[in-house]
Protein backbone atom coordinates (compact mmCIF):
# COMPACT_ATOMS: atom_id res chain seq x y z
CA UNK A 1 0.00 0.00 0.00
CA UNK A 2 2.59 2.68 0.97
CA UNK A 3 4.96 1.50 -1.90
CA UNK A 4 1.41 1.96 -4.27
CA UNK A 5 0.60 5.66 -3.09
CA UNK A 6 4.51 6.76 -3.54
CA UNK A 7 4.52 5.37 -6.96
CA UNK A 8 1.22 6.81 -8.11
CA UNK A 9 2.17 10.15 -6.51
CA UNK A 10 6.12 10.67 -7.20
CA UNK A 11 5.28 8.81 -11.07
CA UNK A 12 1.92 11.30 -11.57
CA UNK A 13 4.62 14.30 -11.01
CA UNK A 14 6.83 13.18 -13.02
CA UNK A 15 4.54 12.22 -16.14
CA UNK A 16 2.92 15.49 -15.53
CA UNK A 17 6.09 17.78 -15.29
CA UNK A 18 8.11 16.30 -17.84
CA UNK A 19 5.85 14.69 -20.47
CA UNK A 20 2.60 16.07 -20.50
CA UNK A 21 2.80 20.05 -19.58
CA UNK A 22 5.93 20.37 -22.22
CA UNK A 23 3.63 18.52 -24.79
CA UNK A 24 0.41 21.09 -24.04
CA UNK A 25 2.69 23.88 -24.12
CA UNK A 26 3.59 22.96 -27.38
CA UNK A 27 -0.13 22.03 -29.17
CA UNK A 28 -2.61 24.06 -27.30
CA UNK A 29 -3.59 27.44 -27.27
CA UNK A 30 -3.56 29.06 -23.80
CA UNK A 31 -7.57 28.56 -23.28
CA UNK A 32 -7.63 24.96 -23.97
CA UNK A 33 -4.26 24.32 -22.08
CA UNK A 34 -5.85 25.83 -18.96
CA UNK A 35 -9.23 23.87 -19.43
CA UNK A 36 -6.71 20.55 -19.85
CA UNK A 37 -4.84 21.44 -16.97
CA UNK A 38 -8.23 22.33 -15.16
CA UNK A 39 -9.29 18.96 -15.69
CA UNK A 40 -5.53 16.99 -15.52
CA UNK A 41 -5.46 18.44 -12.02
CA UNK A 42 -9.00 17.71 -10.29
CA UNK A 43 -8.57 14.34 -11.11
CA UNK A 44 -4.89 13.54 -10.22
CA UNK A 45 -5.31 15.76 -7.02
CA UNK A 46 -7.60 13.74 -5.51
CA UNK A 47 -5.24 10.67 -6.11
CA UNK A 48 -2.73 12.81 -4.63
CA UNK A 49 -5.01 12.94 -1.18
CA UNK A 50 -5.82 9.08 -1.31
CA UNK A 51 -1.97 8.29 -1.63
CA UNK A 52 -1.23 10.99 1.10
CA UNK A 53 -4.03 9.24 3.50
CA UNK A 54 -2.75 5.53 2.23
CA UNK A 55 0.97 7.36 3.50
CA UNK A 56 0.14 8.42 6.62
CA UNK A 57 -1.91 5.09 7.47
CA UNK A 58 0.70 2.32 6.23
CA UNK A 59 3.33 4.67 7.33
CA UNK A 60 2.18 5.01 11.08
CA UNK A 61 1.35 1.44 11.21
CA UNK A 62 5.36 0.15 10.09
CA UNK A 63 6.34 3.11 12.52
CA UNK A 64 4.14 1.79 15.36
CA UNK A 65 5.14 -1.96 14.70
CA UNK A 66 8.97 -1.19 14.87
CA UNK A 67 8.54 -0.08 18.29
CA UNK A 68 7.81 4.18 17.76
CA UNK A 69 9.57 7.02 16.11
CA UNK A 70 12.40 6.86 18.54
CA UNK A 71 13.04 3.36 17.43
CA UNK A 72 13.54 3.46 13.95
CA UNK A 73 16.76 4.29 11.96
CA UNK A 74 17.68 7.59 10.81
CA UNK A 75 16.81 6.96 7.17
CA UNK A 76 13.51 6.16 8.26
CA UNK A 77 13.22 9.68 10.22
CA UNK A 78 14.45 11.42 7.16
CA UNK A 79 12.24 9.96 4.70
CA UNK A 80 9.37 11.02 7.04
CA UNK A 81 10.13 14.46 7.35
CA UNK A 82 10.69 14.76 3.50
CA UNK A 83 6.92 13.15 2.95
CA UNK A 84 5.58 15.11 5.70
CA UNK A 85 7.09 18.42 3.71
CA UNK A 86 5.81 16.96 0.57
CA UNK A 87 2.68 16.60 1.90
CA UNK A 88 2.67 20.69 3.40
CA UNK A 89 3.81 21.62 0.01
CA UNK A 90 0.85 19.97 -1.46
CA UNK A 91 -1.83 21.32 1.23
CA UNK A 92 -0.36 24.60 0.22
CA UNK A 93 -0.62 23.91 -3.62
CA UNK A 94 -4.27 22.70 -3.39
CA UNK A 95 -5.72 25.36 -0.68
CA UNK A 96 -3.87 28.07 -2.47
CA UNK A 97 -2.71 28.08 -5.87
CA UNK A 98 -5.27 25.92 -7.01
CA UNK A 99 -8.41 27.64 -6.17
CA UNK A 100 -7.13 30.75 -7.20
CA UNK A 101 -6.04 28.69 -10.71
CA UNK A 102 -9.92 27.16 -10.85
CA UNK A 103 -11.03 30.87 -10.04
CA UNK A 104 -9.04 32.12 -13.27
CA UNK A 105 -9.93 29.61 -15.54
CA UNK A 106 -13.88 30.06 -14.56
CA UNK A 107 -13.38 33.52 -14.99
CA UNK A 108 -11.67 33.13 -18.58
CA UNK A 109 -9.24 34.67 -17.15
CA UNK A 110 -6.03 33.24 -18.99
CA UNK A 111 -3.10 35.31 -18.74
CA UNK A 112 -4.00 35.02 -14.50
CA UNK A 113 -4.72 31.52 -14.48
CA UNK A 114 -1.30 30.84 -16.59
CA UNK A 115 0.77 32.79 -14.04
CA UNK A 116 -0.67 30.88 -11.74
CA UNK A 117 -0.14 27.71 -13.34
CA UNK A 118 4.04 28.75 -13.40
CA UNK A 119 3.51 28.69 -9.43
CA UNK A 120 1.79 25.33 -9.10
CA UNK A 121 4.48 23.75 -11.75
CA UNK A 122 7.80 25.24 -9.54
CA UNK A 123 6.23 24.12 -6.66
CA UNK A 124 4.95 20.62 -8.00
CA UNK A 125 8.87 20.56 -9.63
CA UNK A 126 10.22 21.29 -5.78
CA UNK A 127 7.79 18.24 -4.75
CA UNK A 128 8.90 15.90 -7.38
CA UNK A 129 12.70 16.25 -6.33
CA UNK A 130 11.41 15.90 -2.61
CA UNK A 131 10.00 13.11 -4.27
CA UNK A 132 12.95 11.06 -5.69
CA UNK A 133 15.22 12.19 -2.52
CA UNK A 134 12.76 9.88 -0.42
CA UNK A 135 13.22 7.03 -2.95
CA UNK A 136 16.59 7.61 -2.88
CA UNK A 137 16.93 7.89 0.53
CA UNK A 138 14.96 4.05 0.93
CA UNK A 139 16.81 2.45 -1.47
CA UNK A 140 20.22 3.78 0.14
CA UNK A 141 18.60 3.46 3.57
CA UNK A 142 17.93 -0.63 3.10
CA UNK A 143 21.59 -1.22 1.50
Do not use: C
Not at 26 to 46: A, D, H, I, K, T
Amino acid sequence: MHLFAVLVWVGGMFFAYLVLRPSAAEVLQPPERMRLWGRVLSSFFNWVWLAIAMLLASGSGMIYLLGGIAQVSGYVQFMLTLGLSMMGIFAYVFFVYYARFRHQVREQDWPKAGGVLASIRRLVGLNLMLGLSVVVVVVLGTE
